[in-house]
C-alpha cells in the first residue's frame, strides 16, 4: 500500500492502493505501522470505503480506532503514544432557516407532518453545500417560493443534538421572488402559508423559540456575503459573512 507523510509528522494511506485480501492487507499495514514507530512518525489515518468494510477487523487488531464515519466511508487511526492532540472530528451539524416577509407584512412558514405549530421554512445544510445555496433549496423544496440570500440575521446552537453531536442553526433573510406556495415535498410538508406576522408571533401553538426569533429578527440588516480581494487559493473561503455598512 502507497503512503504519503503529512506536514504534521503523520502518514495517510492512499485508500486507492488498499489490497481487497485480509491477509495481504495485514501484512501490509503492520509494516506501516512499525515504519511509524521506527521513525517517530504520530498519526496513520486510513479511510476505508464500504466496499472495504472486511477489513475494520485487521485495523483494529493493530491497534487501529474509529475517527469519524461517512454514508460509504469510514476512517481509523493509529495513534503513537507521542501524540496527545488528534485533529477533531466533526462535532456539529448545520442548519438553515429562512426569515422571508412580504409586502402585506406576511411571513412565511412551514407545518411538517405530525407538528403541532408552524416554523420557518428551512433544513439541514449538505455536505460541501453553503449557507446561501442550503436555505434557498430548502425554501423551495418546502413552499416552492424562489428567493434570493441577503443576509444571516440570527444563529443558535443547541447541544445535545443527534448522536451526541451539537447543532449550529442559521438564521437567514430571503426575499421572495415568487408568491404563489406549491409544496415540493410533500412527504414531509403538510402545509406552507403567508401568515400576519404578529398572529404568528402571537399564536402560542407555535413554539416559544420560532415566535420570539420572528419578533426580533423581522426587519434587521445582519451580515451580509461579502466578496474579499485575494480569496483563493489554498486558503480560500467560499462564504464570508461581514455586518452591513449603515
Known amino acids: 500500500m502507497e503512503f504519503t507523510l503529512d506536514k504534521f509528522n503523520g502518514i ?9 485480501d485480509v491477509d495481504s492487507f495485514h501484512a501490509e499495514l503492520n509494516k506501516i505501522t512499525e515504519f511509524s514507530k521506527q521513525n517517530n512518525k504520530g498519526i496513520i ?20 480506532v474509529f475517527h469519524n464515519c461517512l454514508e460509504d466511508e469510514i476512517t481509523l487511526i493509529h495513534k503513537s503514544e507521542i501524540v496527545e492532540f488528534v485533529p477533531f472530528i466533526p462535532t456539529h451539524t448545520l442548519g438553515a432557516g429562512a426569515l ?27 455536505l460541501g453545500e453553503s449557507i446561501e445555496e442550503s436555505v434557498v433549496r430548502e425554501t423551495m ?18 447541544h445535545p443534538y443527534q448522536f451526541g453531536k451539537s447543532n449550529l442553526y442559521f438564521v437567514c433573510h430571503l426575499i421572495a421572488q415568487t408568491q404563489e406556495i406549491a409544496i ?4 414531509e410538508i403538510a402545509e406552507a402559508k403567508w401568515v400576519d406576522v404578529e398572529e ?5 401553538e407555535n413554539y416559544p423559540f420560532n415566535r ?3 419578533a426580533s429578527l423581522v426587519g434587521k440588516q445582519g451580515l451580509e456575503l461579502t466578496q474579499l480581494e485575494g480569496n483563493s487559493g489554498p486558503t480560500h473561503k467560499p462564504e464570508v459573512f461581514f455586518s452591513k455598512s449603515e
Open 12 to 20: 495517510i494511506i492512499n485508500p486507492a492502493t488498499v489490497t481487497y
Open 100 to 126: 422571508i416577509t412580504n409586502e402585506h407584512n406576511q411571513v412565511l412558514i412551514i407545518k411538517e407532518h405530525g407538528m403541532t405549530g408552524y416554523k420557518l421554512p428551512g433544513g439541514h445544510i449538505e
Open 200 to 204: 404568528f408571533i402571537n399564536n402560542t
Open 45 to 64: 489515518w486510513i479511510s476505508l470505503p464500504i466496499a472495504l468494510s472486511h477489513l475494520i477487523p485487521v485495523a483494529t487488531e493493530l491497534g487501529f
Open 212 to 214: 420570539q426569533m420572528v
Open 184 to 187: 415540493q415535498d410533500t412527504d
Open 141 to 158: 423544496e418546502e413552499t416552492g417560493i424562489k428567493a434570493e440570500f441577503v443576509s444571516v440575521v440570527g444563529m443558535a446552537t443547541r
